[in-house]
């Protein structure tokens, strides 16, 4: 047996003990030992794309379609070639004959994992480096130079960074009066003391009214307050007159439902995945893995 590496032993013992209440699989191909020293891998980009294509959403996160980058494989010196990640074993199994690589592998294993099953959100923490979810009526929100977005819900502050991509496209958009559900990490900051960076936001509710000056009596202008209690006046004719407000609906680009970060932490579950529960998981799915994984040892070892 090779041992290599202290905490990663010590978060090896803490996976075997722990037990998710959903999971994904992953399956992992090593390279031979004589190749760990290699930093570059060759994996063809085409089949791992076909790959995915052919089977989402039972695969997923294997690759980076903006910017055209492999999210399978590791740039160090280390035993893994590639690793898939998916919700159904028997698909996952397929990636080894379809994706198509000029590496040996030595071998394969799938493991059950507790990647994209947002097993990392902790919903009654506030402490640093944790991750929260809270939820409440937005109080203030400001679109600050640079395309960050910062939102205040209940006392707490978040921050949606302009590399979220679609989750910041769709913050700028909300407005004082929304309900949300926000996911994210709690961090230190030096002008807010305490913030959140969002990774996730639900939509729960939207507030598309909105009171509005009345138009004007004459001639249907629009009209300024002069102040409280003191009326309103006509920009376009000049004329003065007490009215009251009124409440008008107003349509909103933004629909209601889940937001999420274009790029987002492993743990972070993707809004299409549907988990697998514990209970699903059957003897007859482990003893088809084991047997496909010994013949594709046996077919793939190289001396």
């Not at 280390?78 to 592998?105: C, F, H, Q, S």
């Not at 799915?285 to 046996?298: C, Q, R």
Request: positive net charge.
């Amino acid at each position: 047996m090779i041992i290599k590496g202290d905490r990663g032993i010590i978060g090896s013992i803490a996976a075997i003990s722990y037990k998710p209440k959903e999971f994904t699989y992953e399956l992992i191909t090593y390279r031979p030992e004589n190749e760990w020293n290699k930093n570059k891998r060759e994996i063809d980009i085409n089949s791992v794309i076909e790959f995915e294509n052919k089977y989402f959403p039972y695969v997923f996160e294997n690759i980076d379609y903006i910017k055209k980058y492999l999210l399978i494989s590791p740039h160090g010196t280390d035993p893994i070639l590639y690793g898939i990640r998916g919700i159904d074993a028997n698909i996952l199994l397929k990636g080894l004959n379809e994706i198509i690589t000029n590496d040996k592998i030595d071998m394969a294993m799938i493991f059950k994992t507790n990647q994209a099953t947002d097993d990392h959100i902790n919903s009654f923490s506030n402490y640093f480096y944790q991750t929260t979810e809270i939820e409440g009526e937005i109080s203030k929100i400001d679109n600050i130079r640079g395309g960050d977005v910062i939102i205040n819900v209940n006392s707490s502050t978040i921050i949606v960074y302009k590399e979220t991509g679609e989750l910041n496209i769709a913050s700028k958009l909300l407005k004082v009066g929304d309900t949300i559900r926000v996911v994210g990490a709690v961090k230190p900051s030096v002008k807010y003391g305490k913030i959140i960076e969002a990774e996730k936001i639900e939509v729960i509710k939207l507030n598309n009214k909105i009171f509005k000056n009345p138009e004007c009596p004459k001639c249907n202008g629009s009209t300024e307050s002069l102040g409280k209690g003191k009326g309103f006046r006509c920009k376009k004719c000049g004329y003065r007159f007490i009215g009251e407000k009124k409440l008008k609906e107003i349509p909103r680009e933004l629909t209601l439902g889940i937001y999420q970060s274009r790029y987002y932490r492993h743990l972070s579950k993707p809004i299409y995945l549907n988990l697998i529960k514990e209970n699903n998981l059957n003897i007859d799915i482990i003893n088809n893995i084991i047997k496909y994984l010994v013949n594709f040892k046996n077919m793939y070892t190289y001396s």
